[in-house]
């Protein structure tokens, strides 16, 4: 039986606080509840084992399934609204490691407001071709390469009216990186992926490209 593992670090206050005391529930897609933890001082949970399949499935090119289990993960604590993160996935050997960012209850507000988020497959388990608007002819050309940090993000295609949002570079590198491929990969090809992701991303900033557009990923943290 192939294993993998969780642990689950929550915050508030733009993630500059750790929160103890929370509540965590970890459940299977059927609503078995497997584990019930409670962070501690430090935030974060102890590492739980979970049930997969094996590693060997994400880098057989005939393998149409997924190579991971997926769970779902609710986090509740006193005078914080709640978080129910639904299909994370869980990788042989792999540690995910779940940020989970709680905001404090509005004084008016009689009772928690549950947000919901689902993870879904990254994008190398998704059917079908995937095509990038290039930008239009009148683009300019910086004279020296800025990495932005922030990196403001659109969370949709171009055209939609999906909010921007602002977040690090690295917290962007990483979260394209875990919605686009397997963990379980080689580490040559995960580098080159990676570095796929900085320079597309650069691309955009040095040609100035995200005037008029915005860069385009679904923000999510799977590992």
């Not at 970890?26 to 084992?49: A, Q, R, W």
């Not at 997926?70 to 995910?96: K, R």
């Not at 008029?212 to 943290?221: E, K, S």
Request: proline share 7%.
């Amino acid at each position: 039986m192939a294993i993998g593992y969780l642990s689950i670090q929550a915050r508030t206050a733009h993630d500059a606080v750790p929160l103890s005391g929370v509540k965590i529930r970890i459940s299977d897609l059927f609503g078995n509840v497997l584990y019930e933890l409670t962070t501690d001082e430090s935030g974060e949970t102890m590492k739980v084992p979970l049930e997969t399949v094996s590693r060997d499935f994400s880098m057989n090119r005939y393998f149409s399934g997924t190579p991971y289990i997926s769970y779902n993960v609710l986090a509740q604590a006193s005078g914080f609204d709640s978080l129910y993160v639904s299909d994370l996935p869980i990788y042989e050997d792999e540690t995910a490691i779940l940020p989970v960012a709680l905001i404090p209850m509005q004084n008016a507000q009689r009772a928690p407001i549950l947000t919901e988020i689902t993870i879904g497959k990254p994008a190398v388990a998704m059917d079908g071709r995937r095509n990038q608007t290039g930008p239009d002819s009148s683009g300019y050309v910086l004279r020296q390469v800025v990495i932005p940090n922030p990196i403001t993000v659109h969370l949709g295609s171009p055209s939609s009216s999906a909010s921007n949002v602002r977040v690090s570079f690295p917290d962007y590198v990483k979260n394209v990186a875990s919605s686009e491929i397997y963990p379980t990969w080689p580490d040559a090809a995960l580098r080159a992926n990676i570095y796929a992701i900085i320079t597309f991303a650069l691309n955009r900033v040095f040609t100035e490209w995200c005037r008029n557009h915005n860069l385009f990923v679904i923000v999510r943290d799977c590992s």
